[in-house]
């Protein structure tokens, strides 16, 4: 199900989100109707606050538009390491019409739980890491416009 998407300035976007301490069915839908709302937007990733629910699921998939899906979905994702430095051009799809350049990471390792409830590690590099980063921010309440320098 295609749910609404919270836009900036909305208060529940800047609300830190609690760690899934089950996998329920009710998880597995969130996953799947996050899935389906990020590709009709279309994004590259989703963060579950940014469908109004603070639970810290993300889902991303940055494969080209051409290729097949490659969904990847990690529920309570920490960076574990993150190395080099990229300043890439962001969106966000909870901030329409804008857009800036980022210091990310250019690579981190996440690790975090499959939607099966298996820990998983993924190592990631370029548009990938930037969207584990910018995603996992949303979990902690943090919009890729706080990473702005005030000038």
Request: charged content about 25%; some cysteine.
């Amino acid at each position: 199900m295609i749910r609404p998407i919270l836009t900036f300035p909305d208060p529940l976007l800047k609300q830190k989100s609690a760690p899934v301490t089950i996998i329920t069915d009710g998880i597995i839908q969130l996953a799947k109707d996050m899935a389906e709302t990020m590709y009709d937007a279309p994004g590259v990733g989703l963060a579950a606050p940014q469908i109004g629910v603070l639970q810290r699921v993300i889902v991303i998939d940055v494969a080209a538009k051409n290729d097949a899906p490659q969904l990847i979905t990690v529920i309570n994702p920490v960076v574990i390491h993150g190395e080099g430095e990229t300043f890439e051009e962001e969106g966000c799809l909870s901030v329409p019409d804008f857009s800036a350049n980022v210091k990310r990471h250019e690579r981190v390792v996440v690790k975090g739980l499959s939607l099966e409830g298996q820990e998983r590690i993924w190592h990631a590099e370029d548009l990938l890491a930037v969207a584990f980063q910018h995603e996992i921010d949303h979990l902690d309440g943090i919009l890729f416009v706080d990473r702005l320098s005030p000038l």
